[in-house]
Every structure is written in structure tokens, then in C-alpha cells.
């Protein structure tokens, strides 16, 4: 079974960063894409960042530049560095595996973890 623990969230100032974790099991990670979707209130989840199993990362227009999605293998771990938070950032963050499909087909999604950006 699919195991998702996200962290690292938490109150930052409109240009503030954070680094977002999310330890995975379950899985064969180094084999999997993986990807952080977010959820504002009041608004659908979106996906905002992916990276393929070989690295290749995309990422959404609103966090282009500013979101930096990375894996680490060794330890099943992926990574977003967000940086120049803006107060449209607030929601609440989600990793998943096959961010692409992950919307229909995947059902274990963590807890998420909660980004406010306060001016």
C-alpha cells in the first residue's frame, strides 16, 4: 500500500520560501514520476510541478520560475523548494505518484501539508 508523509508547510511572508518534503513507500520509486498537486479553498486541485523518473521536471505557468521540484532516490523523497511565495500560493500542498492520472486513479493521498503566505 501506498504511503504518502508530506511536510515542511507553515506560515511564511508574500516573498518568503519554503521546502517541501514528501516521503514515499510503498512504491518503486526510482521507477515513478512523481508530482505536487495543491488545493486553495474554494478551489480545485491543481497540479503545479512534476518530475519524471529520469528527472525531467514541468511545472505549472503560475509557480514557473519561482517552484523548484526535486527527487532523491536513495531516500524515496521528493522535494519542492518554493521560493518568492506569493499570497495565491496559500493552499494545501499534495505529493503524489503519476501526478497526470493521479486525479482519477489514485486514492491514497497523505494528509497534504498546509503553505500560508501572509502579507
Known amino acids: 500500500q501506498v504511503q504518502l508523509v508530506e511536510s515542511g508547510g507553515g506560515l511564511v511572508q508574500v516573498g518568503g520560501s519554503l521546502r517541501l518534503s514528501c516521503a514515499i513507500s510503498?512504491?518503486?520509486?526510482?521507477?515513478?514520476?512523481m508530482g505536487w498537486y495543491r488545493q486553495a479553498p474554494g478551489k480545485q486541485r491543481e497540479l503545479v510541478a512534476s518530475?519524471?523518473?529520469?528527472?525531467?521536471?514541468n511545472y505549472a505557468d503560475s509557480v514557473k520560475g519561482r517552484f523548484t521540484i526535486s527527487r532523491d532516490n536513495a531516500k524515496n523523497t521528493v522535494y519542492l523548494q518554493m521560493n518568492s511565495l506569493k499570497s495565491e500560493d496559500t493552499a494545501v500542498y499534495y505529493c503524489?505518484?503519476?501526478?497526470?492520472?493521479?486525479?482519477?486513479?489514485?486514492?491514497?493521498w497523505g494528509q497534504g501539508t498546509q503553505v500560508t503566505v501572509s502579507s
Open positions: 510503498g512504491i518503486i520509486f526510482s521507477n515513478t514520476a
Open positions: 518530475i519524471s523518473s529520469r528527472g525531467t521536471t
Open positions: 503524489v505518484p503519476n501526478p497526470w492520472i493521479a486525479l482519477t486513479s489514485f486514492s491514497s
